[in-house]
Every structure is written in structure tokens, then in C-alpha cells.
């Protein structure tokens, strides 16, 4: 029998899909990358059927690729090999809640947004925040973070136990429930990060926060890049426990304005968040005035008002939708590039010439607070001049950062587009990794063609 009649044996048919809407939905992420079809869309509705699919590939060879939601930069989920995309869409459930532990359980199709609206109702949130409604299982696998990172960390911190369908159809578990442990090797370290190259999620086990007594937001505009950028470095050195701070350059804050009908000075700007409790942050806020007039801010406004706070936050999670609505016909090429904190002002000034060089439109944002940021193109995919052009721009801050002790990408992980620089990036250390990927998935079915050159 086939693949797919022996597929029909495992699965109920309604879970199994060729229609080709489907099918093109399935082919592309949020990426300029081409595009490429699967042979059909599997909707696992359990762990064991996400087992039995993956013993059935393994006598087929047939690839796998698990999709979330699709928001990828990198074509983490294209499937340039065919095979089955497998879709978790049916797989999301908040399985258990341990507030006294501060963990939650749950199926990788949960979006952040479904988890946070559940955490709510018990004072709780999950923090990590990549803009996009992304599903808690690519967030893993791509080891997202974003605008919160700079005080909670990144996905990788927050998993504390995974359950993964490995390549034969074994499950296993990745860590327990426990804080911390000193046994065995990190699987978690191992498999948060692999993009489905090594194995499944099925299950996640995260870390969860009590939500702030209290939340302010700021936004600081300056008159250069390079005093926006010493601005969070004297707010890092002052030990101010900043929840956020995200840079937008002068051109994107044009952008955010044209999108989100705002009036916004049109220039380097901080957007900045800050949680604790009332009298703390006083003294955060007294402080952080005076970080900002050292550094010539030209103005700085506060918010203390819910709704208030969710516009600011919003417009600068809309950024790249504003430069694809402001580009009609374009795609966005999204960089993303991680340096030392030290090397943040001379990094953001160089992308800045690389930008205005290329003769493409596009802009600067960041976590600066970590070092991390992206540089928003907009292309013609159909143009070979843009994309070349985009591709210089990528080639040219990535080497930078690799000079500088920095890394390819700090969030939206290798897929497809950062392969070119892995051995550069990691030298030696790639031949160890060509081996953890051999004895996991001898055959290669598992997301062929991403993250190994």
C-alpha cells in the first residue's frame, strides 16, 4: 500500500487534506522565500497519532513538516522536499495549569494570545512576546522571543518539559517539573530551537508570571540613532528592571504614522515598559528621566491608562504590517542579527548606511535591550535587482555582527535563509550538529533542508 492508504488506516479521512487552497497555504510563511506545495495536510488530533504518522513515514521516507500558524520569517515550515505538512491546529488545548508551580501545560496549536486570555482569569501570563499570534509549538521550535525578553527571557527559559514524537514515532520527555536539574544532558536546550528537524512537539510545559501590580509605558524620541541607543545602555548599567525597550528608527516611525493614524515625532524612538509596584516605579521613573535628558531625549511621554498603552504597544507591533500596507506589490525581507550590548550603537549606525546604500525602502527596529535587530525591507520578489540588493544588505550586517562576537539570527531562527552562515558561524561545532541530526533522523524526513547546510 501507499503512504497515503495506509495513512487513511491511522487518521479519520476528514483529517487528511488535498484541497488546494490548503495546500498553498501550507506552501509559504510570512517570508519573501518561494513558495512550495506539500502533497497534503495531516491534522493530528493526539500524541498517538502524531506517533503512528511518524512510524509510517519512517518505512515511507516520507518528509514532515509541522506547521503552526505559518508566521515564519526564515521558510521554517515551506516544505521544499513535499511530504505531509502537519498541521497542530486541532492539537490546541491548555492541557493542566499549576499556578503554584507557575507552570502551564499545553498542545503546541495554543496561541500566546489563547494562553494569556486563560492566564488572566488567575492574575498570571505567559511573557514572551514576538509580536505575531504565533502557536506556543513554533515558538519553541523557532526559540522566539521579542519585546519582552530583555526582563523574562526567551522561549528557551521558559520550557521547562517537552514531549517529542521522535522521527521513528518514539515519544519521550525533555525535562519534568522540577526548577532546575543537574541530570542527564539539556534536551530541552537541544530540541527548543530545531525547527522540527530532530523531533515533534506535542506537549509543552512553560513557565508562567504573576502579572505587575502596576505597567507603565513610555515612548522617548531623540534626535539620533546613536543617543537613542546609549540611552538603553545607561538603562541597563543603572540596573533599572526595564520590562521592555524597543527602538524604532526615524523612516519606520513615518511608516507607523501613515498605518496607525498617529502623530508621533518622526524620529529615533524608544518605546519602553516598565512593571512593579507603585512606589518602585518612582524611583524608576525619576531615574529614567534623567537617563534621558543626559542623552539630549527631545521628548518623553508616559502612559499610565490601559487603552493608552495597548495603542503604543500595538503600533509598534504593527511595524512590518505598516510597511507592507505602505509597499502594496512588495514582500518584506525581515533581517535579524544579535550583538553584544556593547556593540549596539556601531551595529544599528552601520545598518542604517547599509539600508540607505541599498536604495531599498525599509527601516530599523530592535530589542535593544538585548542586543537584537531587524532591519525591514521592502522587495519585489519578481525583481532580481531588489532581491539581490536585499540579499547584500543581509550578508553585510550579519558578517558585521559575526566580527563582533554577535550571531546570525537572535529570534527568527535559520530556516532556509540563515543556512549560508552557519558554518561560518559555527566553525567546527557544525559537524557535531550534522551528527545529532543523523542519529535522530537517519532517513532526513523531519523538515529536510532547513537550519544544516
Same mark, same amino acid.
Given at each position: 500500500m501507499t503512504f497515503f492508504e495506509e495513512l487513511n488506516q %491511522?487518521?479519520?479521512?476528514?483529517? %487528511?487534506?488535498?484541497?488546494?487552497?490548503?495546500?498553498?497555504?501550507? #506552501?509559504? $510563511?510570512?517570508?519573501?522565500?518561494?513558495?512550495?506545495?506539500? *502533497?497534503? +495536510? +495531516?491534522?493530528? /488530533?493526539?500524541? /498517538? *497519532? +502524531?506517533?503512528? %504518522? !511518524?512510524?509510517? /513515514?519512517?518505512? =515511507?521516507?516520507m518528509p514532515v513538516v509541522p506547521f503552526g500558524y505559518g508566521s515564519s520569517l526564515e521558510g521554517n515550515i515551506i516544505p521544499y522536499s513535499g511530504g505531509i505538512s502537519l498541521d497542530f491546529s486541532l492539537m490546541n488545548n491548555i492541557i493542566t495549569l499549576r499556578e503554584n508551580d507557575f507552570l502551564v501545560t499545553v498542545q503546541p496549536g495554543v496561541t500566546r494570545s489563547q494562553l494569556n486570555k486563560e492566564l488572566k482569569k488567575y492574575g498570571m501570563f505567559f511573557s514572551v512576546d514576538p509580536g505575531a499570534d504565533a502557536t506556543l509549538g513554533g515558538m519553541a521550535a523557532t526559540n522566539a522571543s521579542g519585546t519582552s525578553a530583555v526582563r523574562y527571557g526567551i522561549m528557551r527559559d521558559q520550557v521547562r518539559d517537552m514531549e517529542v514524537v521522535l522521527a521513528d514515532g518514539m515519544v519521550i520527555h525533555t525535562g519534568s517539573l522540577a526548577a532546575k536539574s543537574s541530570s542527564g544532558y539539556n534536551l530541552n536546550g537541544l530540541f527548543v530551537g530545531s525547527e522540527g528537524t530532530l523531533g515533534i512537539f506535542t506537549e509543552l510545559t512553560l513557565r508562567i =508570571?504573576? %502579572?505587575? *501590580?502596576?505597567?507603565?509605558?513610555?515612548?522617548a524620541s531623540f534626535q539620533t540613532l546613536d543617543e537613542s541607543v546609549q540611552a538603553v545602555i545607561s538603562l541597563l548599567q543603572a540596573g533599572i528592571p526595564i520590562a521592555r525597550v524597543e527602538l524604532v528608527d526615524e523612516e519606520s516611525m513615518k511608516q507607523i504614522n501613515r498605518y496607525s493614524e498617529t502623530d508621533y515625532p518622526e524620529g529615533p524612538t524608544l518605546f519602553l515598559e516598565f512593571h512593579g509596584n507603585k512606589e518602585g516605579l518612582k524611583q524608576d521613573v525619576?531615574?529614567?528621566? *534623567?537617563? !534621558? $535628558?543626559? =542623552?539630549?531625549? #527631545? /521628548?518623553? =511621554?508616559?502612559e499610565s491608562d490601559t487603552a493608552a498603552m495597548n495603542r503604543l504597544w500595538e503600533a509598534r507591533h504593527h511595524v512590518a504590517y505598516a510597511y507592507i500596507h505602505n509597499h502594496q506589490g512588495k514582500k518584506q525581507m525581515v533581517t535579524d542579527v544579535c550583538v553584544p550590548i556593547s556593540e549596539m550603537s556601531g551595529a544599528i549606525r552601520d545598518a542604517r548606511k547599509a539600508v540607505e546604500a541599498s536604495g531599498l525602502p525599509g527601516g530599523i527596529v530592535g530589542h535593544v535591550g538585548d542586543g537584537n535587530y531587524h532591519i525591514i525591507l521592502m522587495v519585489d520578489p519578481e525583481n532580481r535587482e531588489d532581491l539581490q540588493q536585499a540579499d547584500k544588505v543581509n550578508e553585510h550586517i550579519v558578517t558585521y555582527a559575526l566580527e563582533r562576537g554577535g550571531t546570525c539570527t537572535g529570534e527568527h531562527s535559520v530556516g532556509v535563509g540563515k543556512k549560508k552562515y552557519q558554518e561560518k558561524e559555527h566553525g567546527d561545532a557544525l559537524l557535531v550538529m550534522r551528527k545529532l541530526k543523523q542519529a535522530l533522523d537517519p532517513n532526513g524526513i523531519l523538515n529536510p533542508g532547513k537550519v544544516l547546510p
Open positions: %491511522i487518521i479519520p479521512k476528514k483529517q %487528511i487534506s488535498k484541497n488546494q487552497t490548503l495546500l498553498e497555504q501550507h #506552501s509559504r $510563511d510570512e517570508s519573501y522565500h518561494q513558495p512550495c506545495l506539500p *502533497e497534503a +495536510v +495531516v491534522f493530528p /488530533a493526539s500524541t /498517538a *497519532e +502524531v506517533s503512528e %504518522i !511518524m512510524k509510517l /513515514a519512517a518505512r =515511507h521516507q =508570571h504573576g %502579572i505587575s *501590580e502596576h505597567t507603565l509605558a513610555a515612548r525619576a531615574l529614567t528621566k *534623567e537617563l !534621558m $535628558d543626559d =542623552h539630549h531625549c #527631545s /521628548a518623553l =511621554h508616559f
